[in-house]
């Protein structure tokens, strides 16, 4: 009893100390993609707030941590562009079209829950996961090198001289404790991240450096600052958006896009989060958690968001596993935003863009170089192809093409596996034995292996080996038998599965005169019941 308190208790410092260190680390996240969308900064920090609250408590991920992110703020750039230019400068209508397009990306993201759609995510190959996550740390480390620039005359340029160099050196020295803490036995327990952060904090305070820190960062991006209220209900958003066929003609693309990116992130994630602690989560559940907390977070006032596998690598490795490591994360950000929002805008970028690149570390797939020679060029080309993709356009073309081109590899693959093996009976039939799967892409060479023209009068297809897949090969099958009636010949069809027989009889009444239901092959009964073979199976002669 003992031990398993103190195991709870240990769970809970963890999970506590992780939630803070992702708290610290989601404040600028949240802010820079909302800066990219075009809208304030407490409309980024309450979507974080409230979604990572919400799927904490009810997703079906444990440790996972989720808000706003940028694979969604590209997308809502043009969608507040254009619903700003719907109305007058200062009606700012760009923003109430933003909350009404999430509420309805919610409303979607929870159906595909309700109709279990999560479960789709299983057909993703790994290739393409592989590709996802090297893909998506690229992503990290590029949108962590705009740290490195600073505000002049209204644009952003490089940091030169003292301030370039102040920042390369503490960004090194987060990375440094990052590194070196866990080694130390006596620090090994300690949360590398969240030290790392206040360490460096400490001396750019008391040494006075002028870096770049949160609250100038929200300055240079237009913001007035962390501070802000409780969220409340945005009820202007239905007073001053016409709800009319419109209005959702407008924000229904962008609504199924954000919820599709919004779901592949999430999901992808919940894999490798998975795969990094040996445990399974709910798919399904968790496009209703995103869901519903997407609908919430549209009604007060949020930009929206999904999983952030960043933050979640930062909370898994720094030990948060339950729920309560998202909900400490949720709850202290707003507290930030409440109550310490002065003290959380004197952390340097530095000391958080140095735990960015810790996770970049840890997330890229760097196995990938080593295997590049041992799997094959499909593969590799798929891998290369989703992180790419992933860089250039958005995380949904990448993972939706990966997925269309090892599908397309797949079916070609197999189509090439048909095979017919020929041989006669005493009395002169012909049997052809088919080998593999019949299918759209098997068929061109399916055809090809009879030689109607020349073949005797009676002929036997036998399907032990193969399987009839989908409507093309019925109709293959069909237009086959036809042209054997036609050259005035027998076919029989043999060893079709109980399937396979179903799915032609129901497509044509030929089937039932030729397809061979007595089967006395045992090949074809290794399955069948016990009570069918009275003697031992070692005795038959198969």
């Known amino acids: ?93 760009g923003l109430y079209y933003l909350f009404l397009t999430v509420i309805l990306m919610g ?32 992503v990290i480390f590029l949108s962590q090198l705009g740290m490195f620039k600073q505000t002049v005359g209204g644009e952003k340029v490089w940091l030169e001289g003292n301030s370039l160099w102040f920042m390369v050196a503490l960004v090194g020295l987060t990375m440094l404790i990052m590194w070196g803490l866990p080694k130390i036995k006596a620090t090994k327990k300690l949360p590398e991240a969240l030290i790392a952060i206040l360490v460096v904090t400490g001396i750019v305070i008391f040494s006075n450096l002028d870096v770049a820190t949160v609250g100038s ?29 419109e209005t959702l003609k407008f924000i229904f693309p962008y609504a199924l896009i954000l919820a599709a990116i919004g779901l592949i992130e999430s999901l992808m994630t919940l894999n490798l989060i998975d795969d990094l602690t040996e445990t399974r989560g709910n798919s399904n559940r968790e496009c209703m958690a995103q869901g519903g907390a997407n609908i919430l977070t549209g009604l007060f006032g949020g930009m929206g968001g999904c999983a952030m596998i960043g933050q979640s690598i930062i909370n898994i490795k720094g030990g948060g596993r339950g729920r309560l490591s998202g909900i400490t994360a949720a709850i202290f950000l707003l507290m930030f935003i409440l109550f310490a929002s002065s003290y959380i805008e004197q952390v340097p970028i530095a000391a958080l863009v140095g735990v960015m690149f810790m996770v970049v570390i840890g997330t890229f797939a760097w ?3 080593r295997i590049m020679n041992k799997i094959p060029r499909t593969d590799l080309f798929v891998l290369i192809l989703v992180s790419s993709l992933t860089v250039i356009f958005d995380l949904a073309i990448a993972v939706i093409s990966g997925v269309i081109v090892s599908a397309l590899v797949f079916a070609w693959e197999n189509a090439r596996r048909i095979r017919a093996r020929k041989r006669f009976k005493e009395d002169g039939t012909k049997i052809y034995e088919i080998w593999g799967p019949l299918f759209f892409g098997s068929i061109s060479a399916f055809n090809e292996k009879f030689d109607i023209k020349n073949d005797p009068d009676k002929v036997e297809i036998d399907f032990v080996e193969a399987r009839i897949s989908d409507h093309s090969a019925i109709e293959a099958i069909f237009a086959l038998v036809e042209k054997y009636k036609a050259a005035g010949k027998e076919i029989t069809l ?13 497509s044509s009444p030929i089937f039932t005169d030729i397809i ?16 069918d073979f009275p003697k031992p199976l070692g005795e038959y002669k198969f």
Do not use: W
Request: charged content about 15%; aromatic content about 8%.
């Open 217 to 245: 960062f929200i300055r240079d991006g237009g913001g007035e600052g962390l501070k802000g209220g409780f969220p409340v209900p945005v009820l202007e958003t239905f007073s001053n958006i016409p709800m009319n066929f």
């Open 1 to 93: 009893m003992t031990e398993f308190i103190t195991k709870r208790v240990k769970n809970v410092r963890n999970d506590v100390l992780s939630g803070i260190t992702v708290a610290l680390a989601l404040v600028p996240e949240a802010v820079a993609f909302a800066f990219v969308a075009g809208v304030d900064p407490l409309v980024g920090l309450y979507a974080a707030f409230m979604i990572g609250l919400i799927t904490s408590i009810f997703g079906g991920r444990p440790g996972m941590i989720s808000g706003a992110t940028g694979a969604l703020a590209v997308v809502m750039v043009s969608l507040v562009a254009e619903g700003n230019a719907m109305g007058n400068p200062d009606e700012n209508l």
């Open 494 to 506: 043999k060893h079709l599965s109980e399937d396979c027989k179903l799915l032609l009889y129901k």
């Open 516 to 531: 061979e239901e007595d089967i006395d092959d045992p090949r074809y009964h290794l399955a069948a019941n016990p009570e």
């Open 367 to 369: 196995s990938s170089f």
């Open 107 to 138: 409303v979607i993201q929870v159906l595909a829950g309700v109709f279990k759609l999560g479960k789709f995510v299983r057909l993703i190959p790994h290739p393409v996961m592989m590709g996802f996550v090297n893909g998506l740390a690229i």
